[in-house]
């Protein structure tokens, strides 16, 4: 696949995951089985918001040449995704959510944090006078 392609996918998920989590966060609560109170509501909008940022930059330079810059979002990218596999795990493994409640969100990170780290691989930059 193109780097520009997979950066498009990886837009999409972000702006369409951060879409649900802003504007219907009782919906997002639900599914994760977790109670709809106020500061659940208003955590899952200001993660909304920073994955429809996340989406926005993806977006950007999705067309861009090698670059520096482009490696260090790729970079970022890749640990965010990371870490979010970390965090699913450590939630199953005490007990907060089911297997099955973390299943579809731990796929999605794992298989954009693999891309992630594999196209940033593959990035050429030039070396540091």
């Known amino acids: 696949m193109k780097r520009s392609t997979f950066l498009l996918i990886a ?11 802003l504007f219907f966060p009782d919906k997002m609560a639900d599914g994760f089985g977790m109670s709809s109170d106020q500061m659940v509501i208003f955590l899952l909008r200001e993660v909304g918001v920073a994955n429809i940022c996340f ?10 040449h090698d670059s520096k810059s482009l490696k260090s ?11 979010m596999v970390l965090l ?18 731990f796929a999605i990170h794992l298989c954009l944090g693999i891309g992630f780290l594999l196209y940033m691989s593959k990035i050429k930059t030039a070396p540091h006078a």
């Open 11 to 21: 837009a999409i998920l972000f702006i369409l995951i951060g879409g649900i989590s």
């Open 55 to 64: 989406g926005v930059l993806n977006f950007l330079v999705r067309n861009d």
């Open 73 to 83: 979002i790729f970079i970022f990218n890749g640990v965010f995704q990371s870490m």
């Open 88 to 105: 699913n795990i450590f939630i199953v493994s005490q007990g907060l959510l089911a297997i099955g409640q973390v299943a579809a969100p």
